[in-house]
């Protein structure tokens, strides 16, 4: 039994799309390029023709629809209600039977990371920590050391301050029990963000909740599965379902790529545990004895994809970080398009990454915030990435890190 909630596609499915070209001017890379190809509308005549064994497999194909950034903005503009998101993944699917599937070097890289033991995750992370520190990564990159490798992307995207969690199974709450969750870490933000994770451990704590943290779990299967790989997706998924099959709990996850995906597990009543941190924090009634320090300052709120397009929750980060007295709270120009950091797509599409991450970059230049604010460890990393070499760049920060801060003990 498949453990990702994927009903097999039909020809009703493929044929749902009227060519009415509604979804062309909110597509991001047809916005970039004008080309019919890079636009949702002609890849779904590039998948039909592949799912009906019309087109055979070709790297020409395979170009087109890498391209696309999966995130699935054309399916809310869409009247006839295609489901575009499983229609690309069921494509890519068939891509990969056919070795079709681009990526390199970078691509394999963060393939094995991300399914390795948590062990290996943090011993790579220490030694990039520790090569970073020393200077060996910028000598790579100035000598091309790294472009001759392939990893170039891998590079680009690797954060200024790698930060691993090495989780404890139990963290109990500060002063009176008042609940109990489990927490998915996730395989980047476990071996690279490690301060959000320490964050949402740390606030829980505060508010009265017990954090339990399966030894066992694995990546949520993303990744694999959206680059279509959907065997190894389902291993994944069948490991994290074991992991978390104990008390009935609030399962809560602090990167909306991961919580998306969970969210489509296929297992009875496992999605409806899934919560994103600040969907829960925005939820339950907070204790009166925990109130929220001031912070003067602008936040402008980057809503990633996934929690716009696929969860349809990203007033909560909003309405989360309104607790906080002094805070101006605020979207990102141009919220509505994606920024270039979705999954494996800024190491196997780097240019078109980072044009739609300039965009952004662009936009933000000319506000005064003092914050970025993203729930997605992927869109952090690609647009830290972007202001590395920007003075008096505004700080990038999970909003959990900000209540973290702000909550008074």
Same mark, same amino acid.
């Given at each position: 039994?498949? $453990? ?23 597509? =991001? ?10 636009? #949702? ?14 087109? &055979? ?6 170009? +087109?629809?890498?391209?696309?950034? @999966? ?30 599937? =681009?990526?390199? /070097?970078? %691509? ?6 991300? $399914?390795?033991p948590g062990r290996n995750r943090r011993l790579l992370a220490q030694t990039l920590r520790l090569t970073r520190r020393v200077g060996l990564i910028r000598l790579a990159r100035i000598l091309g050391i790294s472009r001759a490798?392939?990893?170039?992307? %891998? ?9 691993v969690f090495r989780a404890k199974p139990f963290y109990p709450a500060t002063g009176i029990q008042l609940g109990e969750v489990a927490l998915f870490t996730g395989c980047v933000n476990s071996a690279f963000d490690g301060d ?9 704590? $505060? ?7 399966? &030894?066992?779990? @694995? !990546? ?5 599965? +959206?680059?279509?790989? /959907? ?21 809560i996850n602090v990167a909306t790529g991961c919580g998306a995906h969970l969210s489509e597990y296929a297992e009875a009543g496992f999605a409806e545990r899934v919560l994103d941190i600040n969907v829960f924090l925005d939820s ?6 925990? #109130?929220?320090?001031?912070? #003067? ?7 990633? !994809? ?18 906080? =007295?002094?805070? %101006? ?45 993203? /729930? ?5 990393? +690609?647009? &830290? &990435? ?11 920060? +999970?909003?959990? %890190?900000?209540?973290?801060? @702000?909550?008074?003990?």
């Amino acid at each position: 039994m498949t $453990k990702i909630s994927t009903a097999a596609v039909t020809s009703a499915d493929l044929d749902r799309c009227v060519a009415c070209g509604l979804c062309l001017p909110v597509c =991001p890379t047809y916005r970039v390029t004008r080309n019919e190809n890079a636009s #949702p509308r002609g890849r779904l005549a590039l998948i039909r023709g592949l799912l009906k064994d019309e087109l &055979a497999p070709s790297p020409e194909i395979a170009g +087109h629809l890498s391209l696309c950034l @999966q995130c699935r903005r054309c399916e809310a503009a869409c009247p006839a209600g295609v489901e575009y998101g499983r229609l690309i993944d069921a494509s890519n699917q068939e891509l990969r039977r056919a070795g079709m599937v =681009p990526g390199g /070097s970078s %691509v394999r890289l963060l393939r094995w990371l991300v $399914k390795s033991p948590g062990r290996n995750r943090r011993l790579l992370a220490q030694t990039l920590r520790l090569t970073r520190r020393v200077g060996l990564i910028r000598l790579a990159r100035i000598l091309g050391i790294s472009r001759a490798m392939g990893l170039d992307s %891998v590079v680009d995207e690797l954060p200024q301050d790698i930060s691993v969690f090495r989780a404890k199974p139990f963290y109990p709450a500060t002063g009176i029990q008042l609940g109990e969750v489990a927490l998915f870490t996730g395989c980047v933000n476990s071996a690279f963000d490690g301060d959000t994770l320490r964050a949402t451990v740390s606030v829980l704590n $505060k508010l009265g909740y017990d954090v339990n943290v399966p &030894a066992t779990q @694995q !990546c949520c299967g993303a990744l694999f599965y +959206h680059d279509g790989d /959907s065997a190894t997706a389902e291993q994944l998924a069948t490991r994290n379902l074991e992991a978390f099959s104990g008390p009935d709990m609030p399962i809560i996850n602090v990167a909306t790529g991961c919580g998306a995906h969970l969210s489509e597990y296929a297992e009875a009543g496992f999605a409806e545990r899934v919560l994103d941190i600040n969907v829960f924090l925005d939820s339950i009634d907070w204790p009166d004895d925990r #109130p929220l320090s001031p912070l #003067p300052g602008t936040a402008l709120v980057q809503d990633p !994809c996934s929690m716009r397009n696929v969860l349809h929750q990203e007033k909560s980060v909003y309405r989360l970080l309104g607790r906080i =007295p002094g805070l %101006v709270v605020q979207p990102l120009p141009n919220n509505d398009t994606c920024c270039g950091g979705a999954g494996t797509y800024p190491l196997r599409e780097p240019e078109m990454a980072t044009t739609l991450r300039n965009a952004k970059i662009a936009s933000i230049q000319n506000d005064t915030a003092n914050y970025i604010v993203s /729930s997605n460890i992927g869109c952090a990393l +690609h647009i &830290a &990435a972007g202001f590395r070499c920007e003075k008096n760049s505004p700080e990038i920060v +999970h909003p959990i %890190v900000l209540i973290d801060r @702000q909550l008074e003990t």
